[in-house]
């Protein structure tokens, strides 16, 4: 067996004509008419003859190829077949490549344009960055499997549920982004991993809203003209959500409609119409208080710069030691609506910016009910002020 391997030597092979050289064992020596050379390996599995290549010479030396030779020599007389092993190799190797974190970079630029304001809020990101990638960011998307996921959500699965389903969310969109790139994922590892953390304990619960026949004397307390207390108030009595009330700018007010632009609408995704909200005199009066404070256009600034926050309204409520939050006016108003009046479903849903009805019914009825919502809002104005207001019917509704 000695006898018929290493046949070869360096200077055979440096003075080698052009065509096939053996070295025994199934290792080759290839030497073309150009000069160029290169190595490959001949063997038999199970019946069926299998030459891979080795590599070129001189990259790959006599003793560089004789050592891979015998190497795929070995997993043959086992049965199995080194071209196939061999790519199983290069593709586990492929995986070593891409971290989690750049492949989620990368899910997070792809879908910017479908996000609001180009997802520069971060809040689809946010989930990833805090409680994602600290454990998971530096290793290899194809190593990424149900009980990393488990092992990096479990500390959040019943404290912060909200926050752990979109972690969850955010981390199977980029599993799916990696697969679509062409990576080798696992992509029921998310699944699996909610399988394995279980049942949640905690039960979601609504943000708490303060009773609608409450909404007068808190409205009342708003009393200092500061921005804040403005805020608040514009932020009752139009039953807009905090973001685009915040970034509220004198360029979309035109006489007495506020035009709030689509992307800053949520739920809304892609090309979507503009929001026209009417103003009411109680609404124009606060609007014209906010104009001392206009910075930039905007006329909720913060103190340093850009605009005020969700929380700074947040806070004010909270140092009042009331359950209530800002985003729960809504409800305020949408109860009101469902108690005092009778106007109809699609007003009362439109009135919160809410899409109603399916693509094809909207195709038809492309009414927003602007009119019907001022007479809506002048009812609810007049609630809130402390005037009263008697039931309120609609009959025809746009």
Not at 107 to 125: H, V
Not at 340 to 369: C, M, N, S
Request: charged share 30%; aromatic share 6%.
């Amino acid at each position: 067996m000695a006898r018929e391997l290493n046949r070869l030597n360096a200077k055979k092979i440096d003075n080698a004509p052009p065509g096939k050289h053996a070295d025994g064992g199934g290792l080759w020596f290839v030497k073309h008419p150009n000069g160029n050379a290169q190595w490959f390996l001949r063997v038999t599995v199970h019946g069926r003859r299998r030459e891979m290549g080795l590599g070129t010479y001189p990259t790959i030396k006599l003793a560089e190829a004789r050592t891979e030779a015998a190497k795929w020599r070995a997993l043959v007389a086992k049965g199995l077949d080194p071209i196939n092993e061999r790519e199983r190799e290069r593709a586990e190797a492929e995986k070593r490549l891409h971290l989690f974190e750049d492949v989620a970079d990368d899910a997070f630029e792809s879908r910017k344009a479908e996000l609001k304001g180009d997802g520069k809020a971060g809040r689809w990101f946010s989930p990833l960055k805090v409680h994602v990638l600290p454990k998971m960011g530096k290793k290899p998307i194809g190593e990424i499997d149900q009980r990393l996921i488990r092992d990096t959500l479990a500390p959040i699965w019943h404290t912060k549920p909200e926050a752990a389903r979109k972690a969850l969310n955010r981390t199977d969109i980029c599993m799916r982004h990696a697969a679509a790139l062409g990576y080798d994922v696992d992509l029921q590892a998310c699944e699996k991993a909610k399988a394995l953390l279980g049942q949640r304990r905690h039960t979601p619960q609504n943000i708490p809203a303060l009773p609608w026949q409450d909404v007068p004397a808190f409205y009342a307390s708003l009393s200092d003209g500061t921005v804040t207390h403005l805020a608040l108030r514009l932020l009752i009595l139009t039953g807009v959500r905090s973001a685009p009330l915040r970034f509220m700018r004198t360029d979309q007010i035109d006489g007495d409609v506020w035009t709030i632009p689509g992307e800053q609408m949520k739920g809304r995704k892609g090309k979507t119409p503009d929001f026209r909200v009417p103003l009411v005199p109680e609404t124009l009066a606060i609007i014209e208080q906010a104009k001392a404070f206009e910075r930039g256009g905007y006329l909720f600034p913060s103190v340093r710069v850009g605009v005020i926050s969700d929380a700074t309204m947040s806070r004010l409520m909270e140092r009042r030691e009331m359950a209530a939050r800002p985003h729960g006016f809504r409800s305020s108003l949408r109860d009101w609506i469902a108690e005092t009046t009778d106007v109809p479903y699609d007003v009362a849903e439109t009135v919160l910016g809410h899409i109603v009805g399916g693509k094809v019914e909207r195709a038809y009825k492309r009414t927003d009910f602007l009119e019907p919502r001022r007479k809506l809002l002048e009812r609810w104005a007049n609630h809130v002020t402390g005037k009263g207001g008697q039931l309120l019917r609609l009959v025809d509704a746009g």
